[in-house]
């Protein structure tokens, strides 16, 4: 099934784009200037959530060297 | 107007969701993002700089000059505030 | 503009509780190298304890103890800390910000001079942080006439 993997495979990328994309319509369709915030804020949140969500990996942990046993599989950060 | 903003909000959020075609799948080992320099810095850092948090070595000693620019953009930042809010005394 | 406080029991305990936010503020700055921490949420938290007291307190009385003169010097220091580090090590032969040629001017081996290193750039973005976290939110709070907010 191409298609089920497909949408499996990149599903995050989507979301966090549409989520981009209502903070940046709240930005430039508002005109309350604290409307205009708000949707900034949603806007850098979505970025930071896709940069994280590039590098993640399946069994991820916090990255300090705790034990010889922390360098098999963390998130990238 | 927020007919307009609405049409090219469609058109961004298109051409975002096309460019990511070709992108590597969600947690991915063998991606990009995973195997350019990030292994470099996971498995050197205790030995080439004794701190064993990754986060504060790349950021003050690996990438270094971007966290001077950050610093002096904040400070910018204070300044623009001083010039911009600040009335002088009467 | 800002009306002062008239209440014992918040004037008691903040007096009581600043100098141990300002105490885990140092803290969290120089863990920076084993838990998660640094410079820049150490120069927050040593802001908010100045918050608390411009809350808690009178302005006046924050200004005080924090003085403006002193403010502006403190927002130039740190990025002056940070970018005299990487010249320290210019000077002695290596790159900039290149922190393993210090060990020619500290008593440690190369791996530590690296640590050395970052933790001088910690301690200055900190201070950079912090006063211009308290140089911003002075601004806003008294719209701008910082002395003549008191007289109202």
Known sequence: MGTIEFIIGKYNYWVYIILMMVGFYAMIAKHNLVKKLIGMNIFQWAIILYYVSIGSKKRGSYNTHYSKWAWRGYTCY | MKSLAFIATIITGALLIFATVDFPDWGDPNSPASLHVSPRYIEKTVKETGVPNMVTSVLADYRGYDTLFETTVIFTAGITAVMLIRRPRK | ?152
Not at chain 3, 81 to 99: P, S, V
Request: hydrophobic fraction near 50%.
């Open chain 3, 1 to 152: 503009m800002i009306t002062p406080l008239e209440n014992i029991i918040i004037k008691t305990l903040c007096r009581l509780l600043i100098p141990f936010i300002q105490l885990f503020g140092l803290y969290v700055i120089v863990h920076g190298h084993g838990s998660p921490g640094g410079g820049f949420q150490g120069g927050c938290i040593l802001a908010a304890s100045f918050v608390l007291v411009v809350v808690a307190f009178d302005l006046p009385e924050a200004k005080r103890r924090f003085s403006e003169k002193l403010n502006n010097i403190f927002c130039s220091l740190g990025v002056f800390i940070y970018a005299w580090t990487g010249w320290m090590c210019l000077l002695l032969g290596a790159n900039f910000l290149d922190y393993g040629i210090l060990n020619k001017i500290l008593p440690v081996n190369p791996v530590m001079a690296r640590y050395y290193g970052m933790f001088s750039i910690e301690v200055g973005v900190g201070i950079t942080v912090m006063a211009i976290m308290v140089s911003l939110f002075l601004d806003l709070v008294t719209g701008g006439k910082h002395e003549e907010a008191l007289d109202e």
